[in-house]
């Protein structure tokens, strides 16, 4: 039996009414897209730890849920594993024409902006019954805050909407910055709304250096976390705990520990 097969196999089972397991029974589409969502991000952190075992392991589980999802279509006479399979590799084959057709692109950049147009006209074919397909239409609302916010500057960008160089960026991020100091004091709600502009002013600014705004800000979790470990541990060297130092102290340990490399 091919390994697919039996996982296939092992979840229909699992799913089967009289001899499945009761806690699979209970799911449905919904109960079981978080659990989606948190395997993709365990993947990712595998990889940013390059744990390469681990990555194996939790490639699976993300393979567990695409599984379990077709087989609670299958269950309602939507779809099935086969027809997933199907649709990716019809999708894979017509963004690629360049390797399964006759186009011809130079390099990855050209590539880039070839898919762009190509997934621009299918959401125009998708959305072939309104009028005028917005150009922000579609794009996920489940993402991530940062990557939606990455997804939407880039989508208005394709159509013109962008300053002329990251310049531009930066100085909407100073002038952000500026109207959330304006709010501080005053209604939580602005001061929420300003917050917004400024997090999505920076992610204009990731945009054009091409940078991840996910990973970048995972790099910074990970600096902060080994640094304020580094302070822990060198206040317990002085018998202290963090909450007995003070604020000059801890700030000039988190410094040292910034010189080590941390």
């Known amino acids: 039996m091919a390994a697919i097969d039996r996982l296939l196999s092992i979840m229909k089972r699992l799913r089967d009414p009289q001899r499945g397991c009761p806690w699979d029974l209970q799911q449905d589409f919904r109960s079981?897209?978080?659990?989606?969502?948190?395997?993709?991000?365990e993947v990712a952190d595998a990889i940013e730890r390059d744990d390469l075992g681990d990555l194996r392991d939790e490639l699976g589980d993300?393979?567990?849920q695409v599984v379990f999802h077709s087989q609670l279509a299958r269950e309602q006479?939507?779809?099935g594993f086969d027809d997933v399979v199907a649709g990716i590799c019809d999708k894979m084959e017509r963004r690629?024409?360049?390797?399964?057709?006759?186009?011809?692109?130079?390099?990855?950049?050209q590539q880039t902006v070839a898919w762009e147009e190509i997934k621009r006209r299918e959401r125009a074919g998708d959305s072939a019954d309104d009028a005028t397909p917005g150009t922000l239409a579609n794009v996920p609302l489940g993402l991530p805050a940062l990557t939606r916010a990455g997804k939407l500057g880039?989508?208005?960008?394709?159509?013109g909407f962008e300053w002329p160089d990251i310049v531009g960026a930066l100085d909407k991020v100073r002038e952000e910055i500026d109207e959330l100091r304006a709010e501080i004091g005053g209604d939580t709600a602005a001061i929420e709304h300003e917050i917004g502009d400024v997090l999505f002013s920076v992610v204009n600014v990731c945009r054009y250096l091409e940078v991840d705004p996910e990973r970048a800000l995972r790099g910074a979790n990970r600096r902060f976390e080994r640094r304020f470990g580094y302070v822990e541990t060198k206040l317990q060297e002085r018998g202290k705990s963090p909450q007995q130092a003070s604020l000059a102290e801890m700030d000039e340990l988190w410094e040292e520990g910034k010189r080590t490399g941390l």
Do not use: M, N, S
């Not at 079981?32 to 991000?41: D, L, Q, R, S």
């Not at 690629?96 to 950049?109: E, K, N, R, S």
């Not at 880039?154 to 159509?159: D, H, N, S």
């Open 96 to 109: 690629h024409p360049h390797v399964f057709g006759t186009a011809v692109v130079t390099d990855a950049a």
């Open 77 to 79: 006479g939507a779809f």
């Open 62 to 64: 993300l393979l567990f």
């Open 154 to 159: 880039k989508r208005a960008a394709q159509v």
């Open 32 to 41: 079981i897209a978080p659990y989606t969502i948190e395997e993709a991000y």
